[in-house]
């Protein structure tokens, strides 16, 4: 493996030299590799292990905007493009690429398919990193990797297309087969890294936290925000604020950086700049530093069961309600009380889902045990789950399905991120749409706007009338044309009666349809 100096310290670099595309192919010669997602880093990664001669295909939700750009792309449905479950199915390495919340829901999915000897890809750690909270724990049979371009995926693609690579980091989280490294060495230089670089999971979350909360996003508009508005409130007109603080160093200046680096700068920008950096610089730096200090900041917060598998010894809280335990760099710093409230509609709601025919109601829930049964008991649920993760919520939700008669449905509500996996695989997910997370909404099948639980057993009646309205239709329907079809035969009927089995019914039915409308007093 090469050495690389950077600033004085000697780093592992793994280069296209030593390890080339050739001899990335006879590594991966056998691998069937699934590129799950197509939204930031699936396109740029799939087409240029594509174009580089590896065996490729893309899972994706059909229908999706996401769908129809791969097939814009040349993937072909069937062959190289499928559903997320089928690509991962076959796929010998699954390359994760859904973002954080999408993965936290797909992953019961993902799961199943990780058989021994597979290859869990990632490129980002979040997921790994932070495991206790987002459920996704690899089974441990499988390869558990990751390649972190430097970059977008366009900038990643954009490059390959150019003949260059973007520098990217490499990580393995877990060696199952004894491969894990060649495996992932030879994907980073599949996708186009030109530079390959040591890190583990955790290191890149954080780098990558700071950096995209930091010199990428976060402070570059800051920056712009405080100069512009200094040279604003000096008299200076908007046009020349926005051209002296973004259009001269996005369109002239980094350009030239990006091409030349720092050092070709300095010998080649006006002497008032070269005197603006030296003089300025470590004023910048002492100003910013803090801020960069508090992006870097470990927190860990969460129950008791959280701190438990971090090895942090929580502190109980003598007074009933949600209890949030706050780590700091691996020590206990205290932690904070929720008392929830109840939404006023919950009990009736709960009475009312009762008289509509609901057998059974389970309340899972990541609050202390306490609580749980404190609120559960308030609203009449018959069965509690508490101090759940969201893997533990899953495993109660495959219960319940394994537990209830086969001619019954399971329903569930939530409205947070950790609820997703949950709503995707009960029978019935119905989210809160008005304070839910995206990823909630996009996993349930029924979204609630209001937030108002009373409208789950409003929509359970407005959806037997509405069956019961269809049903009837098909009986009449089916009913008056059998009768006609009878009288036909023995002579009795005439156009008329013809006409009424066809046209009347219509009529007759659509009349009874607008019934449905009339749902105010379900």
């Not at 793994?14 to 396109?43: C, H, M, N, S």
């Not at 072909?76 to 973002?99: D, N």
């Not at 150019?162 to 495996?183: I, K």
């Amino acid at each position: 493996m090469a050495q690389i100096n950077f600033g004085g310290v000697e780093e592992k670099v793994v280069t296209r030299e030593e390890f080339p595309l050739e001899k990335a192919r006879e590594v991966l010669r056998d691998e069937t590799i699934a590129v799950i997602g197509y939204g930031v880093q699936g396109p740029g990664q799939s087409l240029n292990l594509k174009d580089n001669g590896f065996n490729v295909i893309v899972g994706q939700r059909e229908g999706s905007k996401s769908w129809d750009k791969a097939v814009a792309d040349g993937w072909v449905p069937g062959k190289t493009l499928f559903g997320i479950e089928e690509a991962a199915r076959r796929a010998t390495i699954i390359q994760y690429l859904l973002s954080d919340a999408g993965q936290i829901a797909v992953w019961p999915t993902i799961e199943k398919h990780l058989a021994p000897g597979k290859a869990l890809y990632f490129s980002h750690g979040f997921g790994i990193t932070y495991k206790e909270r987002t459920g996704i724990v690899p089974p441990a049979g499988v390869d558990v990797i990751l390649i972190a371009p430097k970059g977008s995926g366009t900038s990643l693609r954009r490059m390959f297309l150019q003949g260059r690579g973007l520098n990217s980091s490499y990580a393995v989280f877990q060696d199952a087969t004894g491969r894990a490294f060649e495996r992932v060495v030879a994907l980073g230089i599949g996708v186009g890294s030109g530079y390959l670089f040591e890190t583990d999971f955790k290191r890149e979350v954080y780098s990558d936290l700071t950096g995209e909360r930091g010199t990428l996003m976060g402070a570059i508009q800051g920056i712009f925000a405080a100069q512009y508005d200094t040279l604003r409130a000096h008299g200076h007109t908007p046009s020349e604020a926005f051209n002296e603080t973004v259009e001269e160093l996005t369109q002239s200046l980094m350009p030239l950086v990006a091409e030349n680096g720092m050092d070709w700068m300095y010998a080649n920008c006006s002497t008032t700049a070269q005197r603006g950096a030296l003089d300025w610089w470590k004023r910048f730096r002492d100003a910013t530093k803090p801020v960069f200090e508090e992006l870097y900041g470990e927190v860990a917060a969460g129950n008791d069961k959280l701190m438990e598998r971090i090895g942090v010894p929580a502190e109980p809280c003598r007074q009933v309600g949600t209890v949030i335990h706050v780590a700091v760099d691996g020590q206990y710093a205290g932690h904070i009380l929720i008392a929830d409230v109840v939404k006023p509609t919950a009990k009736a709601a709960i009475q009312a889902l009762k008289a509509a025919g609901v057998e059974k109601t389970v309340m899972l829930t990541g609050d202390r045990d306490q609580v749980a049964q404190q609120v559960a008991g308030a609203l009449g649920v018959d069965q509690v789950y508490s101090q759940l993760l969201p893997a533990d919520k899953v495993e109660k939700v495959e219960q319940l399905l394994e537990e209830k008669p086969p001619k019954k449905k399971l329903a569930f509500v939530g409205d947070g991120i950790n609820d997703a996996p949950v709503l995707s695989r009960a029978d019935i997910g119905i989210a809160m749409g008005a304070m839910g997370s995206d990823a909630a909404i996009e996993a349930a099948d029924v979204v609630l706007m209001d937030d108002d639980p009373m409208q789950i057993p409003k929509a359970i009646k407005i959806s037997r009338k509405c069956l019961g309205i269809v049903y009837q239709n098909i009986v009449f329907a089916i009913g008056v044309k059998g009768v006609c079809l009878v009288l036909g035969a023995l002579g009795i009927a005439n156009m008329w009666l013809a006409i009424f089995a066809d046209v009347g019914v219509m009529i007759l039915a659509v009349l009874n349809a607008i019934r449905a409308l009339f749902v105010k007093n379900l």
